[in-house]
């Protein structure tokens, strides 16, 4: 398959996100930006709780530890669920025919848990990489040579 005029491209990790439509051919394609997205990264007590949560046993009073959750990849998980949010919101009102979507394997498993409906349809492409720091001229070129393999 082709990167054709007018497929969106989402190229997304747990702290930055691009939407970008092909406004190029299959043959050269040229990506513009559509909407960027940016998470800070803050301190894991500027998060919440970095101990692990405690129980007391009601009959005997010992004291045991739960594990205590990655706030960070929390974080993260919250970030991918706005993005694929608002591209189901994009899905539904028909603003593109075709999608593909690239990210990092922990990233991409998170998008895959999130998006249903109209959006899972309008998939044309999963690419395992990540790109979010890579130049448009780079992301376009590597996202059409992923789609021809």
């Known amino acids: 398959m082709k990167l054709k005029t007018g497929v969106w491209v989402v190229v997304a990790d747990g702290g930055h996100g691009i939407v970008f439509e092909n406004e190029g051919t299959a043959i050269a394609p040229e990506l513009k ?3 960027v997205y940016d998470q800070e990264n803050p301190r894991t007590h500027e998060l919440g709780r970095d101990q692990p949560p405690r129980t007391v046993q009601s009959v005997d009073g010992r004291r045991s530890s ?5 706030l960070h990849q929390v974080a993260e998980d919250r970030f991918i669920a706005v993005i694929v949010a608002d591209l189901e919101a994009d899905a539904a009102r028909g603003a593109f ?6 990210a990092p394997p922990v990233a991409l498993g998170q ?13 044309i492409a999963w690419i395992d990489k990540d790109l979010t720091k890579h130049p448009v001229p780079a992301i376009a070129e590597a996202v059409a040579r992923a789609m021809e393999d």
Not at 66 to 70: C, G, I, L, R
């Open 33 to 35: 930006v559509l909407r």
């Open 97 to 102: 025919k075709g999608i593909a979507v690239v």
């Open 111 to 123: 998008i895959r848990k999130s998006i249903k409906g109209e959006l899972s349809k309008r998939i």
């Open 66 to 70: 739960h594990e205590a959750p990655d």
